[in-house]
């Protein structure tokens, strides 16, 4: 049997090193001026363990930029950078004591950077810095239909660009023209056809005719006889059902792409 103090240790109930302090102090401590103050490394198991029946059973610390602890899996197959696991409280809780986020995940490569299997509880504000609330649908010409278009309902129950003024089936306008963004997406999915996001309600850039009429800002708007297109409302009777929001920029003549307040009515 290898003394366990040694650093060495053929018996797998006998530790490589050891430390113990039975009054208040340290166990084990390491400390390096350049690079790492303890290492840890297993090719079968834990390549550090922790245990604590009293408080934490891994604690970092850290006095720079860097995490206090940091968890990497460079495993292509996939895993966890961190796990955290608990029978009776949080299974991982990030504390923040300045205007950045307690936790905060990011995703470099397209995917989403949270993702919750369960309910979702918030006791405060959520802020999102897109414009409008969008909903994914089917788009039958989608090769073709580009953000700003105005969108009616097709027989089939999908999406195409308008082509008629007035048109009771208007649906919205596709979202992430010019500088806004959707807020929120709802029904986003996999599907084998094309699918894009549709603003609903808020603010969105749409695309717009103005050679009927001029726009003007607070114009209700409904859909024109130029594919894609909005116009300004001129018979409010002829609109009913048919309108699709307000302006919030003008336009003298011509065709144009301005913000407006999507209203369907």
């Not at 079968?44 to 995490?67: A, I, K, L, N, P």
Request: aromatic letters at 6%.
């Amino acid at each position: 049997m290898s003394d366990p103090y040694d650093g060495l240790s053929n018996d797998p109930n006998i530790p490589a090193i050891s430390g113990k302090n039975t009054a208040a102090g340290i166990g084990v401590f390491g400390e390096s001026d350049s690079f790492v103050g303890v290492y840890g490394e297993s090719t079968s198991s834990f390549g550090v363990y922790g245990e604590s029946q009293q408080s934490e059973g891994v604690r970092g610390v850290s006095h720079s930029q860097h995490g206090g602890v940091v968890g990497v899996n460079d495993n292509a197959q996939g895993g966890q950078g961190v796990w955290g696991e608990c029978q009776n409280g949080e299974g991982v809780r990030g504390v923040s004591h300045s205007q950045h986020g307690g936790v905060v995940g990011v995703n470099t490569a397209g995917g989403p950077a949270g993702f919750f299997e369960g309910n979702v509880t918030v006791t405060g504000d959520i802020t999102l810095t897109g414009a409008d609330c969008a909903e994914e649908f089917d788009i039958l010409e989608a090769t073709s239909v580009e953000p700003g278009t105005v969108m009616v309902l097709d027989q089939e129950g999908a999406l195409k660009p308008s082509q008629q003024a007035y048109d009771k089936r208007v649906a919205g306008v596709i979202s992430g023209a010019g500088n806004y963004r959707p807020g929120i997406v709802l029904d986003k999915q996999q599907s084998l056809g094309n699918r894009m996001p549709v603003a609903l309600v808020g603010k969105v850039y749409c695309k717009v005719d103005a050679q009927y009429t001029s726009i003007e800002v607070g114009d209700l708007l409904t859909t024109s006889p130029t594919p894609g297109h909005a116009m300004k409302v001129v018979d409010p009777l002829q609109a009913f059902g048919a309108v699709m929001g307000k302006a919030l920029q003008p336009l003298d003549a011509g065709c144009g792409l301005i913000p407006i307040l999507v209203t369907l009515q």
